[in-house]
């Protein structure tokens, strides 16, 4: 076959077409993966909340409550309830003192704010020493361990700034950013303990009807 | 050529990564752990295969001059498709590879073959070279990786080998990945020339 | 976010060649002679920046208005080959000898992955357009940085008696290894 010729209107057509093409074959994966890739995220989120906060059996991401922590960050408050009654509240809390920017966690509070469990969702911390941040805070290890903890019955800063909990070996500024990003959780919570409990009294009248 | 030197010299003779020093940003990139080197080479087989049929398909019909862009186009299409496929069915892994997905798009790899091969050659060449070029590189990036993993932190495809207080971190960090891929290439250089 | 924060942190502490890995290709490509890194850098900058306006107001403008974001990636990398080879045109015709000096940089950037990350990188971070434009040159800074420095070291390599295997390729990547060692000392810095 011969090739076609460089000219401007065969250029410019050749150009058309394939990118209409590009474009159409696209937009069909789009559609096709659109709810796979949703779904994927609300399973990313629902894993998170579960491991967390479990035994509840509302859908804690349908009255997720977006609050704003004093200093400044996003915060995401997922009320976890059984049977309409508040079991604890998943909190996905943040910092932006890691050792490399910002530290995303999910927080689990029982309602009085006692730790039930956390997982951490974002960092950059550095390989090895500050990322092992998913695990050191839940090892029953000397004083590593926040869970069962409560940020203000307890002293949750790391030993050498005169807390009770053991720093990451070689890794206390990761630390330090980890136990505030749990402080800001529990500050935003019981400063919006109202917002979230009149979110809960809103809730019964829903719930009933279908009960 | 026959189609299995065809296919094999993307492995040894020709590899992206040991020999043409090509495609290295996601080489040293996602070469922490095994398993994302693994994914990182499938994924860009995959676009290598499918651009490299698309290409030598619809090579009659493209002027000349317009080559490149088209070939760009192409395979810029195939990278969004993987982008959302992986980002469905394996959102863990879309998260390790992060930007270099979409950066399939300049790995050198691809477009050079487009450009040096597909378009000169029949489809089912192109797919053979596609493959045994992205199998290849694949290869090279699984290597380093488990050399990484297994140096960095004592682990290979996520096995423990050995505790990783005996690792070397640096392994896993950024100066790790050139100083790895160096004696890597150092090693191969070597063998080759004995061979 | 204060911008002196974005500048040393596009700069030093994510060093876009010795800590995120992009456009290592002319890295190790075009870094044998420290006024070819220089030339190499000039045209870097040039296009990264308006490729970064470029993308942003193509992300905000057309893609996020029409829901059209999953075409990110084919739209920015048509209007980055689109906008280097604009760019080389109107050097040719205004600046004949700022041409001379970039002019065969630029047909490479199409393939300089730092381009299109650092336009993904933008819309990821959520930057504003003033933000944006920072982040974009004071990375090619970065980059230039990084270059430069790793040309000169290369230049005096070149006098060295290297073991036989290790010639060429492998030593220059060991080389890069040890600057980016050096280059960790920052992080932390931000």
Request: glycine fraction near 10%.
């Amino acid at each position: 076959m011969a090739k076609t010729e460089s000219t401007l209107k065969n250029m410019v057509l050749t150009l058309l077409v394939i990118t209409v093409i590009a474009g159409a074959s696209l937009g069909f994966v789009y559609k096709l993966t659109k709810e796979p890739i949703a779904l994927a995220k609300l399973n990313k989120q629902q894993t998170a909340i579960k491991e967390v906060v479990p035994g509840f059996n509302n859908n804690p991401g349908e009255e997720v409550l977006e609050l704003t922590s004093k200093e400044g960050f996003n915060i995401k408050v997922f009320p976890a309830r059984k049977d309409g009654e508040l079991i604890g509240v998943a909190i996905e809390t943040m910092t932006n003192t890691g050792f490399g920017g910002d530290v995303k966690i999910m927080v689990g509070l029982k309602p009085d704010g006692t730790i039930i469990n956390y997982q951490v969702l974002e960092h950059k911390e550095t390989p090895g020493l500050g990322t092992k941040m998913d695990v050191w805070f839940k090892t029953d290890k000397g004083h590593q361990s926040v869970l069962g903890k409560h940020p203000e019955k307890n002293n949750l800063t790391v030993s050498k700034d005169g807390g009770e909990v053991d720093a990451i070996t070689a890794a206390t500024i990761s630390s330090r950013a980890f136990l505030k990003a749990v402080r800001v959780a529990y500050d935003t919570y019981t400063e919006n303990s109202g917002k979230i409990a009149s979110a809960q009294n809103s809730q019964p009248t829903a719930e009933g009807g279908v009960q | 050529m026959n189609q299995w030197k065809n296919f094999s010299k993307g492995f040894f003779k020709e590899n992206a990564v040991f020999t043409l020093l090509l495609g290295m940003c996601p080489t040293l990139g996602v070469t922490s752990s095994a398993i994302n080197g693994l994914g990182m080479g499938l994924a860009t087989t995959f676009v290598l295969v499918m651009s490299n049929l698309v290409v030598a398909l619809i090579k009659d019909f493209i002027p000349d001059k317009v080559r490149i862009p088209s070939f760009i186009v192409v395979i810029a299409t195939f990278v969004t498709i993987v982008e959302m496929i992986m980002q469905a069915y394996l959102p863990s892994l879309f998260d390790a590879l992060g930007l270099f997905i979409p950066l399939i798009v300049v790995n050198c790899v691809v477009l050079g073959r487009a450009e040096a091969f597909a378009s000169k050659n029949s489809p089912v060449s192109s797919i053979i070279d596609g493959l045994g070029m992205g199998l290849g590189f694949a290869m090279a990036l699984t290597i380093l990786g488990s050399v990484r993993e297994l140096l960095g932190s004592g682990k290979l495809f996520g096995n423990v080998i050995y505790p990783d207080q005996y690792g070397m971190l640096v392994f896993v960090l950024a100066p790790g990945a050139f100083i790895a891929l160096g004696y890597l290439i150092a090693f191969i250089n070597r063998v080759k020339e004995k061979a | 976010m204060s911008y002196i924060l974005i500048v040393i942190s596009a700069i030093f502490v994510n060093n876009i060649v010795l800590s995120q890995f992009l456009g290592i290709c002319p890295f190790l490509g075009v870094s044998k002679k420290i006024s070819t890194g220089v030339g190499m850098t000039g045209a870097v900058t040039f296009v990264m920046v308006i490729a970064t306006i470029v993308t942003y107001l193509v992300q905000k403008l057309v893609l996020d208005p029409f829901g059209l974001a999953y075409l990110q990636t084919i739209s920015f990398i048509l209007v980055i080959a689109a906008l280097v080879q604009l760019v080389e045109i109107i050097l040719k015709k205004v600046s004949p000898p700022l041409y001379q000096a970039l002019g065969v940089f630029l047909p490479l950037i199409t393939t300089n992955c730092t381009i299109l990350g650092v336009a993904i990188m933008t819309i990821q971070k959520d930057l504003n357009l003033v933000e944006a434009v920072v982040f974009s040159a004071s990375t090619a800074v970065g980059f230039g940085l990084a270059l430069i420095t790793f040309a000169g070291i290369r230049e005096q390599l070149e006098l060295v008696d290297v073991p036989k295997g290790m010639r060429g390729t492998p030593i220059a990547l060991i080389v890069a290894g040890l600057l980016a060692l050096a280059f960790m000392g920052f992080a932390g810095l931000v």
